[in-house]
């Protein structure tokens, strides 16, 4: 109902349906209240919104939703979060972005590749090109690659050729 409710505008009784699947715990429910609180949609609050997107991770549900690993990485681990007093976890970020990525959020892995282009750039060792390389292909074998995602990587690969790195 909450999906129903959001496609046809009504944000306040999507949110109403939404609340009550995520405090019965269902992971997609909870990631889209963190959703809500993130981008503030009713109202923003991004400490509940990180607590929405872990309670994602607890479900007992058997499906998952991905995406609450790529939002806590993206926005929360990769560069921390003062008003939650979350210090940056970079390991744990990438380690997110790959959980999310091998589980097909499209998202995770251009996060991925803009990492390890940089990570490259950073400290040239050529360890790192592996990782772009299997980036680069798992995006290109994705369902939802097509022109629009070429010209997004390569503007990431760019930078490995601006920066002289290849």
């Known amino acids: 109902m909450g999906k129903i409710f959001y496609d046809t505008?009504?944000?306040?009784?999507?949110?109403?349906?939404?609340?009550?699947?995520a405090n019965l715990g269902e992971s997609w429910a909870c990631n889209k209240?963190?959703?809500?609180?993130?981008?503030?949609?009713?109202?923003?609050?991004?400490?509940?919104?990180?607590?929405?997107?872990?309670?994602?991770?607890?479900?007992?549900?058997?499906?998952?939703?991905?995406?609450?690993?790529y939002n806590l990485a993206k926005y929360y681990y990769l560069n921390g979060y003062d008003d939650i007093v979350l210090v940056k976890d970079e390991v744990k970020a990438i380690d997110y972005f790959n959980i999310a990525?091998?589980?097909?959020?499209?998202?995770?892995?251009?996060?991925?590749?803009?990492?390890?282009?940089?990570?490259y750039i950073e400290c040239k060792d050529k360890k790192i090109i592996d990782n772009v390389i299997e980036i680069k292909n798992r995006i290109e074998s994705h369902s939802?690659?097509?022109?629009?995602?070429?010209?997004?990587i390569k503007c990431?690969?760019?930078?490995?050729?601006?920066d002289k790195c290849i």
């Open 33 to 69: 209240v963190g959703e809500f609180y993130r981008q503030g949609i009713i109202v923003k609050d991004m400490k509940k919104a990180f607590e929405y997107y872990n309670k994602a991770l607890e479900s007992n549900y058997r499906t998952l939703c991905y995406y609450a690993y």
């Open 144 to 152: 939802k690659y097509n022109d629009e995602m070429f010209l997004v």
């Open 101 to 119: 990525s091998n589980n097909g959020i499209i998202e995770a892995s251009l996060e991925l590749l803009t990492y390890y282009v940089d990570k």
């Open 156 to 162: 990431i690969l760019d930078k490995l050729y601006i």
């Open 9 to 21: 505008g009504d944000k306040n009784e999507a949110f109403n349906y939404f609340i009550k699947a």
